[in-house]
């Protein structure tokens, strides 16, 4: 005769219908890279028109033509102050003593004067045209206006305005004027727009002609030698492509020029005679650094890329300025988005040095090695050039000074050293400068050998019931100095991270311990980090645990017992109710499983997964076999892998018994 019982509702989980039968079933050189700016910052503007820098202050100014305003900020981009209401305000120069700030207010035909203390407007007055460049000269401001330029003096009782001071030359009228002068030049102003350049006596009221002449092509920014006797343009010299084009302010023949690569776009000379030129530069260097006379740049800087876009930030038109004390170059650049960034390129004038440092890929310990390098320049250093050596291992983790080496004639050095402590030993060669060359340092590691220790961790394997607190003991061999040994607890499941129990030295017999408790299977892992003279290492051991289950039953009339065994008592027309209590995991499922009693013996009747609810329980409800006499049993269990998670151990519930009556 046939036995059947089917599954009718469950509360909690989605499942479906028992089945009626169950079938069971690294070499690392150091050398120095390429220069960099010292420090960016984005600037919050929408156009950049000038920049100017007030070395008493430490201040840089940049004009902001499209949002109308000045922002002033440190030697490091950060915003100190932003003055706004200035429409398409444009040129910016310093007076003598950078007390104040004079802007080209283009859109009001004004020009105002700022105080650099209290970042305030001080006084505006009108010019009666819209004004662009600005430069002082002698106490006055001379502003470029169309293709123009005039004077503003306000040393008397009432400002005092000179238009149209161009004299005899016909600037073109389809590009901008740009006015140069230096500080050490008294009384000479420069003045040049599409192929045409002048040079003006300024020291009386008016602006006398000294020399004019014609260029090939248009210019993006002027400047003037602090000796008076070049002026520099953005834009190359005749039949010399791209330059920093270089004329005689005696009478403006071509003198020889610098050359640039791309297209020049600014120009700016320091107190120093060095020059500074910008180039307009997706995928070359952007900001080109000259010695006085020399045609091969001292120091190039290379902007790097901060719009995703297909080459590196752009220099800005006209965007550079220096330091007075020629200490730094600011320059301001632009992505593919409209971002515009502040820079300062530090030490500019210095020739950046390479300095290349090789030493052994490995090396036994207390045992001599050689380390070598060499130390080059585009204008090569004179031998004896000292270097300070630094070697860092586990007992010097801070770097010990060893015995300093000197270059020789080709820049080449080396030296010996018996490295005390094995394991990693870097050696870091250091060059601090000069008047001329910027530091400059190198390194290379050496993997110094080590004897290995013993390190075991005991439980490797066992199995444990759920919330057993288990003892794991690592125990360490023969060491050097080191006799610290961690002990971490990763459990199984991404969940939960591994976790350190404890760190601790070992005690006399060599053995430390840490106590964890086992809510999930749980690799553990001993760490011995290391000395001078042993090797580290990591041994594992896993604890596996058991899940804590339990199972409810419900919608019985009695219990009693057949033979020795309690059963819980069903009418024939009542569906059992079993409610299995399970640890929860997310996802996990709890398999319930049938037997019936036949012939003599127990037999599977079916068996299925059913999921927890995030209390942890689940309620399955069987159908009522409508007859009397049958005997049968269930049991809930957790099987590692089959019930959604791998993180406990396979676990099996007590078996309920049950029997139908009348």
Known sequence: MGVHITVRTRSIATATALAVVLSSAALVGGTAGPAAADSAKTLPVKSVGDVVVDGAHQRVYLSDPTGGKIVVTDYGGTVKATLTGLSGVTGLALSADSGQLYAAVTGGNRIVSVGTSTYTQTASYPVGAAPGDLEVVDGRIWFAHGTDFGSLDTSGPEPVVHLAQRGDVDFFGAFGMFLASDPAVPGVLVAGNGGDLAVYDVSADGAALRVKGGMDTAVKQLDLTPDGKQVLTSWGAPGHGYALGSYSTADLTEQPGYPIDSYPNAVRIAPDGSVAGGSDSAYGPDVHIHRPGDKVPVREYDFPNTGNSSGGDSLVDGALAWAPDSSRVFAVSVNTYGTYTLRALTDPTKELPALKVSAPAKSERAKKLTVTGRLTSRKPLAAGTGLRVIRTDVESPKGKALAAVRTKADGSFSFTDTPPAGGRVTYKVSYGGDATHAPASGSDAVDVSRKATVLSLNNNGKVYSYGKKVTFTAHLGTTYKNRTVAIYADPFGTDKPKKLMKSAKV????????????????????????????????????????????????????????????????????????????????????????????????????????????????????????????????????????????????????????????
Do not use: C
């Not at 059992?576 to 997310?586: A, E, G, I, Q, R």
């Not at 809930?636 to 019930?643: A, L």
């Open 507 to 662: 005690n006399s017999k060599g053995n430390v311990s840490a106590t964890v408790t086992m809510t999930r299977d749980t690799t553990v892992l001993a760490v011995f980090t290391g000395d001078a003279r042993y090797a580290p290492k990591t041994v594992k051991s896993t604890g596996y645990a058991r899940v804590k289950v339990s199972t409810a039953v419900a919608k019985h009339y009695k219990t009693g017992k057949i033979g020795s065994t309690t059963y819980y008592y069903f009418h024939k027309k009542t569906d059992p109710v079993f409610t299995t209590t399970m640890n929860y995991y997310k996802g996990r499922k709890q398999r319930l499983q049938l037997q019936v009693h036949y012939r003599g013996a127990w037999r599977d009747s079916g068996s299925d997964y059913f999921a927890l609810g995030t209390s942890g329980r689940s309620s399955v409800r069987l159908g009522a076999p409508g007859e009397s006499g049958i005997r049968a049993r269930v049991r809930s269990s957790y099987v590692n892998g089959s019930s959604g998670d791998t993180i406990n151990s396979t676990t099996h519930g007590a078996w309920k018994y049950f029997t139908f009556t009348k």
